[in-house]
């Protein structure tokens, strides 16, 4: 039997448990979506439900891989408080969930001004409880009771950690992804930790992604099929897991990931941890890469942008023509332009400079904060929420190709002011990952956009679930990601900018006015 690394990689929206050989290529994939369980009103993740289709696919796994090793990457923003056995004693709430503005002044109340923590922690302001000491605060404030009792505030990755092995640990990427709970200059637990009452019953020190936590509980090797011998790794945060191969092969600081999912995060590591003084109050940031050094951070929802626009669009286009949503938009939400009609649609809205898709579908999450969603045709303005209702749209919306298109130019926009904000230098490399690689009309966009910038797609088609593998291949074999190295190479194409194109940059500084 084949000897095998298991990766669970748990998305926001998909979970997946990816199965790596020992020389890293992807022999099976599963994944699965599930829904929110609801507490009083308020989507909590299904932790139990997650937790029986990873041990169950984990032992349809085990028939055909023998299974050395498992290691564990998730979205970030997401605690878990437990007992000592790790069973979970509050619920474990969507980072989404928007508790409103009075709830925001008493957390600032209590942990301190924005600024000054963005200066110590490296964490922005974000919206909702996408900032996981808010979310903690929130949890505290709705079971007051459950939260005193819990003796363990472990991050999403240690916490199915400790379902597996028994062991609570920590590591770099997850405590220091803007969580407000990481003080970068005392290299300990931050005063919100403290003012929380959670820096106890937070694991400590911090380990090295790679570092073994610990081997699979018995009941868990039954459940699963799988040896007791089994180790399981530290955990790794997604995006981190992402970069990691790149940190590993020796690019240093001069590329920007482009890492596209629900989150775009586009990282660029640095040499050391400083805000500039106008970049205090941004949604900008750092995280910790698994090597423990600074990665210049910023964010938005594109993903999830193009999701509800596209499905707008479909529905717009439906409303005109009397099918159903579904048959309209097919499975990319949009007809594609033949080849020769690409460049003269992109040069009809830009000469026109009238229709606009503006951000952001969740306020406050991304690079425009003061932002609402929004579509502009002429001197028309259509908010998301009017356009959902159906009460009113813009008429280009139900036209596919040129709606797409004009999403397109927004998402282009949306990621050059997030590299902006990520210090992109000029000749530096854009290594463009996840689901935006496979949408052509973004990446040449982008490409005519920063000529001075190359624009690459990588060839990894599950990005985050092989840096969590090559963690686990470290574990096993006693050595760094560094030392790995060889054993892959990074590829892909570089994305030729649209030739003929006319009137982007004046399209880009008409749609930034607009916000």
């Known amino acids: 039997m084949k000897k095998a690394i298991a990766v669970i990689d748990i998305g926001m929206t998909n979970k997946k448990i990816a199965i790596y050989d020992e020389e890293l290529n992807l022999l099976a994939l599963k994944k699965r979506l599930f829904e929110p369980v609801m507490v009083d009103g308020v989507e909590a993740h299904d932790l139990a439900g997650m937790e029986a289709w990873f041990f169950a696919t984990l032992k349809a796994f085990s028939v055909c891989f023998d299974i050395k090793a498992i290691a564990v990457c998730t979205h970030g923003a997401t605690f878990v408080c437990t007992d000592d056995e790790g069973n979970p004693v509050v619920p474990c709430f969507y980072y989404t969930h928007e508790p409103g503005p009075e709830f925001h002044k008493r957390f600032y109340a209590m942990a301190g001004r924005p600024e000054e923590l963005q200066a110590i922690t490296g964490t922005p302001n974000l919206s909702a409880m996408i900032n996981p000491a808010k979310g903690l605060f929130f949890a505290k404030e709705k079971c007051p009771e459950e939260f005193a009792s819990a003796t363990r505030v472990l991050p999403f990755p240690q916490y199915w950690g400790m379902r597996l092995t028994g062991k609570a640990g920590v590591e770099g990427t997850y405590i220091g992804c803007h969580t407000y709970l990481y003080d970068w200059k005392k290299d300990r637990y931050s005063s919100v930790a403290d003012k929380l009452g959670i820096t106890e019953k937070l694991p400590f020190p911090l380990h090295d992604s790679w570092d073994i936590l610990g081997t699979l509980l018995p009941e868990v090797a039954e459940k699963t099929g799988l040896s007791t011998t089994t180790i399981v790794t530290m955990g790794i945060h997604d995006s981190n897991a992402s970069l990691l191969p790149y940190l590993s092969k020796g690019y240093g600081t001069e590329f920007v990931i482009n890492s596209t999912g629900t989150w775009c995060v586009l990282m660029h590591p640095q040499e050391k941890f400083e805000f500039a003084e106008d970049e205090l109050g941004k949604v900008v940031f750092f995280n910790r890469s698994a090597y423990n050094k600074p990665v210049k951070t910023a964010i938005f929802l594109g993903g999830k942008e193009y999701e509800v626009w596209t499905e707008a669009i479909g529905k717009a286009r439906a409303a005109a023509s009397g099918a159903s949503a579904g048959a309209a938009v097919g499975g990319t939400g949009a007809e594609a332009p033949g080849p020769g009609d690409e460049t003269e649609l992109y040069n009809s809205i830009l000469r026109d400079a009238s229709e606009f898709i503006l951000p952001e579908i969740v306020p406050g999450s991304g690079q425009f904060p003061g932002s609402q969603a929004r579509a502009i045709e002429a001197t028309n303005v259509y908010n998301y929420s009017s356009i959902e209702k159906g009460e009113s749209a813009p008429a280009f919306l139900s ?81 760094t990601p560094s030392e790995l190295a060889g054993l892959f190479e990074i590829n892909g194409a570089q994305a030729e900018p649209l030739q003929g194109l006319k009137g982007l940059e004046e399209y880009g500084k008409h749609w930034l006015s607009l916000i």
Not at 437 to 466: H, I, K, W
């Open 399 to 479: 036209v596919p190709a040129r709606a797409a298109a004009i999403l397109n130019l927004s998402l282009v926009f949306q990621t050059i002011v997030a590299l902006q904000r990520t210090g992109l230098k000029t000749g530096q490399r854009i290594y463009t990952e996840g689901g935006f690689r496979n949408n052509a009309a973004y990446n040449a966009l982008l490409a005519t956009a920063l000529p001075d910038n190359p624009v690459f797609l990588t060839d990894m088609s599950e990005a985050t679930s092989f840096g969590a593998a090559l963690t686990a291949l470290a574990a096993l074999r006693s050595e």
